[in-house]
């Protein structure tokens, strides 16, 4: 059958097969694959597990949907405008209060395992470029196979920093632009303590950027090739750039109103590293 490579991401080796997709498969595979048949059971969409192939890659059931992984073509700016950044937030509230009653099977290993106390599991990854849209509106978040033990917080910092973005070389955003859609996201998770989230943000920064380099040094192909694009060195000083600009992004965490706050169903208050 007619193999079709996938254009764009940054760590995947994906192809399409029919209607499965194929990817590399590794010790976390089983423990994500768990992770997905939970989710499948319980009604959330994400990538269905179908097993894995003669040639030991995982196999997962193709979606539909328009990606837009930003290469080689930029993304859309609609995107990562504020209704899609709240969208994306809500989706992984949605997720975290649904994780909470999976149980990991027994000896389960995974890719990434944060430096944190071990709450759920995190996504890791949940970015704009692993969206699936449907008529603009998020339907699906894809690249499950970085998923593994953490806080709901470091998943929360994971992906606002790839949703607002907070990232140091991207000029054009102003900071003050930065720290309104920081709240914003924060406002639509329903997440009420944000004491820590920038030491958290910081610490997730630097970690995944080391995680990144190392995983490099190891010889993963998707790791080498971040490293090719300077990106461990980026987040080093993304993280400088946070401290620099650290009083207007709490000043933004903590300016939402406490009405606001009460109308909120469900707000959460996160744990801390």
């Known amino acids: 059958m007619l193999e079709e490579p996938f254009i764009g991401g940054?760590?995947?080796?994906a192809t399409r097969v029919g209607d499965t997709v194929r990817r590399r498969a590794g010790p976390w595979t089983p423990a994500v694959h768990a992770?997905?048949?939970f989710l499948e059971n319980a009604g959330f969409e994400a990538p269905r597990a179908r097993g894995m192939d003669p040639k030991g890659r995982e196999m997962l059931e193709y979606v539909e949907g328009d990606a837009h992984p930003g290469w080689p073509d930029p993304?859309?700016?609609?995107v990562t405008d504020d209704d899609h950044l709240?969208?994306?937030a809500r989706l992984l509230r949605r997720y975290h209060d649904l994780v909470e009653g999976f149980e990991p099977p027994a000896g389960a290993r995974w890719r990434f395992v944060a430096p944190t106390a071990h709450e759920i599991i995190c996504h890791n990854d949940w970015a704009p470029w692993n969206a699936l849209f449907r008529e603009r509106r998020l339907a699906v978040m894809?690249?499950?196979d970085m998923a593994g033990p953490g806080t709901r917080l470091w998943d929360i910092t994971n992906s606002a920093y790839?949703?607002?973005?907070?990232l140091s070389h991207r000029p054009a955003v102003s900071i003050e632009?930065?720290?309104r859609r920081l709240r914003l996201f924060c406002d639509a998770y329903g997440l009420l303590d944000r004491a820590s989230l920038l030491d958290v943000l910081k610490e997730r920064t630097l970690f995944v950027g080391e995680f990144i380099a190392e995983q490099a040094r190891l010889g993963d192909k998707g790791s080498m090739k971040l490293a090719d694009w300077d990106v461990p060195a980026r987040m080093k000083r993304d993280a400088a750039y946070?401290?620099?600009n650290r009083a207007v992004l709490q000043r933004a965490l903590d300016s939402a109103r406490p009405a606001a706050r009460r109308r909120q169903p469900g707000v959460f208050r996160a744990s801390g590293p």
Do not use: I, T
Not at 10 to 13: A, R
Not at 75 to 78: E, M
């Open 10 to 13: 940054n760590m995947s080796d």
């Open 35 to 37: 992770l997905l048949r």
């Open 75 to 78: 993304a859309p700016d609609w």
């Open 86 to 88: 709240a969208e994306g």
């Open 142 to 144: 894809l690249d499950w």
């Open 162 to 166: 790839s949703w607002v973005p907070l």
């Open 177 to 179: 632009e930065r720290a």
């Open 242 to 244: 946070l401290d620099e």
